[in-house]
């Protein structure tokens, strides 16, 4: 059995705050909650538990409410080397400062 385990308090506020935003999306598509966990294969119970942002419940619960509401695009983008500006300084700053070509280890043959 997995060890209980209790995220950090940023990663609880964020999930916090997705779950409102997806309370808010359902709401603003006049959907139900029986209606949304239909067709995020879910129940009634766990949607709620999506709405107040619970970290037990897993990421693939999260993403079929998502895609459910058609909010996945968001989803797939988050990592995305586009809004990694961070990856894209640590990359940058690896760069060579000098590029030279390298040397052939065959012998050429001028026949």
Do not use: C, W
């Not at 999506?50 to 909010?71: N, T």
């Not at 080397?81 to 030279?100: C, F, H, K, M, Y």
């Amino acid at each position: 059995m997995p060890t209980p385990h209790t995220p950090p308090a940023a990663v609880r506020r964020v999930l916090r705050k997705l779950g409102a935003d997806i309370h808010d999306a359902r709401r603003r598509r006049q959907l139900t909650m029986a209606v949304v966990a239909e067709r995020a294969f879910t129940s009634r119970s766990t949607l709620q538990r999506v709405e107040k942002g619970d970290p037990a419940v897993s990421m693939g619960i999260y993403a079929a409410v998502l895609q459910a509401l058609g909010l996945l695009d968001g989803l797939g983008k988050m990592a995305d080397i586009a809004n990694d500006t961070i990856g894209q300084q640590l990359a940058s700053s690896e760069l060579p400062e000098r590029v030279r070509p390298r040397r052939s280890t065959r012998k050429r043959s001028d026949g």
